[in-house]
């Protein structure tokens, strides 16, 4: 611990570990704490720290860790003590450590913190990308509108329809000079008035006339030219790779299962605050988490698993991790809707360097802003020429989800633009084809039952003419059964007086036919 009663013993011992951005170990010193020209990039804290003590006119007594990079303890409260890089502050064997803390009130209890360094410290999900394949770009044509937007859309078509459907029959009894509409008809009309080729619709009553010129302005106007305006932003930008878009849609897939969370350290910040706060964002993702979380030994197992997917990954936009996946592919770095914290300086309890410190960091706010920038904007972290050649492709890239960020480049979330492929333009070719075949398929069923109905009237007719003479002779015979059987009934009410002599006649005239016959 300084002791400021000695002007000799002005030194500040700092831990210095090997977790870039933070301090670099590539200069030919570690560590390095200001820029040169062989080494340009020593550390983000490295350069802040160093600034610092040169301001308070202190030396700096390093101590290095000695570790591999990555590989760092960062320490954890247990059974009443500190262990780790925590635990050398706690027990006095560092002053401090270069790196940057944010507060919990667990670590409040045991620690003192400087006057923020930065008044926010944004943190991300790393996430592995979705791969850009054919499947991802096929439906451009579809996404400026979601599924709901779709899906409500139709609804109104098909309610449009029944209103109208029900509307002429109503104003057919109401009127004999209105013409009737079949049910297709109506809906083939509403369908013209949706693409623009509207057709005539007589209606007499305001209901079916208001109708009609609502369903114009609203569907077939207000929300048809808003998606030809978004269509062609739509086909000319890639898209986005990121599985999910911000913490409300993550919270969803980790509450399904289909994502997991993993950290080198679950005793940071952001899982305290999880198990501790009672906003509704922590508290409906404390509740999908659980205590499912995997925790490595190192950063690169963190990346490794991640890179395997169904991984995700909370990290700062000061960690290693964040260096490490700018040379790697498909990762997506995911901001939108996550907290960030101010990052301090983390000293023993009630240090006496605090308030000097906390003044010179004050005074040299334009130095802090402007080696920020340097190291979280503009410089080695987001340097594309970093990249390996085989992640230059636009649909390999590691890609920073950043509104805020994007805005600062003058950008938009995705700036690379191509020139329409088939690929972007499938959706369009897609639907001309579903169309066409549609087409097709009605014209193969109307056609079949028109032959149908032709074949039924051909049978009828060559019945009628191959069973005509028949049914002509059956006719006759008919007839004349019905003639005798006439006759015969009045031979019968004659009366009995010529009874016998009938009998008679009868009697003689079969004799003689039966001689006949012989």
């Not at 009309?189 to 609502?214: E, H, I, M, W």
């Not at 878009?245 to 605050?273: C, D, P």
């Amino acid at each position: 611990m300084i002791d400021y009663s000695n002007q000799q013993s002005r030194k500040l011992r700092v831990l210095f570990t090997r977790t870039p951005p933070e301090a670099f170990d590539n200069c030919r010193k570690f560590p390095t704490l200001r820029p040169t020209l062989a080494c340009p990039f020593p550390g983000w804290c490295a350069e802040v720290i160093g600034f610092l003590a040169e301001f308070m006119r202190l030396k700096i007594e390093p101590v290095d860790y000695k570790n591999v990079a990555g590989h760092v303890n960062w320490g954890k409260f247990t059974n009443g003590t500190w262990d780790g890089v925590f635990g050398m502050i706690y027990n006095g064997s560092v002053d401090t450590v270069c790196q940057f803390f944010q507060y919990t009130d667990k670590r409040a209890n045991y620690f003192s913190f400087s006057y923020p360094v930065t008044s926010q410290t944004k943190l991300f999900f790393l996430v592995h990308a979705r791969v850009m394949d054919f499947s991802s770009r096929m439906w451009n044509t579809f996404s400026p509108y979601g599924l709901s937007t779709w899906m409500a859309l139709a609804l109104m078509l098909v309610l449009q329809s029944l209103y109208c459907i029900w509307l002429t029959k109503v104003e057919a009894k109401m009127s004999s000079n209105r013409r009737r509409y079949s049910k297709m008809q109506v809906v083939w009309k509403l369908v013209r008035f949706q693409l623009y080729q509207p057709d005539r619709f007589d209606c007499f009553t305001a209901a079916g006339n208001f109708s009609l010129l609502v369903f114009t302005i609203m569907q077939c106007r207000l929300l048809m030219d808003m998606y030809q305006t978004l269509l062609l932003s739509s086909l000319l930008q890639p898209a986005p790779n990121n599985p999910f878009t911000n913490a409300g849609e993550m919270i969803k897939l980790v509450a399904r299962k289909q994502y997991q969370f993993v950290t080198n350290y679950k005793h940071s910040w952001y899982f305290e605050e999880i198990l501790m706060a009672n906003s509704s964002y922590e508290m409906s993702l404390r509740a999908a988490i659980g205590e499912n979380i995997v925790e490595t030994k190192n950063i690169m197992e963190v990346v490794k698993l991640v890179e395997k997917g169904g991984y995700i990954s909370p990290i700062q936009e000061n960690s290693m991790t964040m260096v490490s996946v700018r040379s790697r592919c498909n990762f997506a770095l995911i901001s939108d809707g996550l907290p960030s914290m101010p990052a301090h300086f983390i000293f023993a309890k009630n240090a006496p360097i605090l308030p000097a410190l906390n003044r010179a960091i004050v005074m040299n706010r334009d130095f802090i802003r402007r080696t920020y920038r340097k190291y979280m904007l503009y410089g080695y972290r987001f340097d594309d020429g970093e990249r390996p050649a085989e992640c230059i492709g636009k649909d390999k890239a590691t890609r920073l989800y950043d509104k805020q960020f994007a805005k600062r480049r003058g950008r938009g979330e995705n700036p690379e633009m191509k020139p329409l492929d088939l690929i972007a333009m499938f959706g369009i070719f897609f639907l001309f084809s579903i169309g066409s075949s549609l087409s097709i398929l009605a014209f193969c069923i109307e056609t079949s039952y028109y032959n149908k109905q032709q074949q039924l009237i051909y049978r009828q007719k060559l019945r009628i003419v191959l069973l005509g003479p028949v049914l002509a002779f059956h006719l006759a015979m008919i007839r004349v059964q019905t003639a005798l059987t006439n006759k015969s009934e009045e031979g019968t009410d004659d009366g009995t007086e010529r009874g016998g002599e009938r009998g008679r006649r009868t009697t003689n005239a079969s004799q003689t036919e039966e001689r006949t016959i012989l």
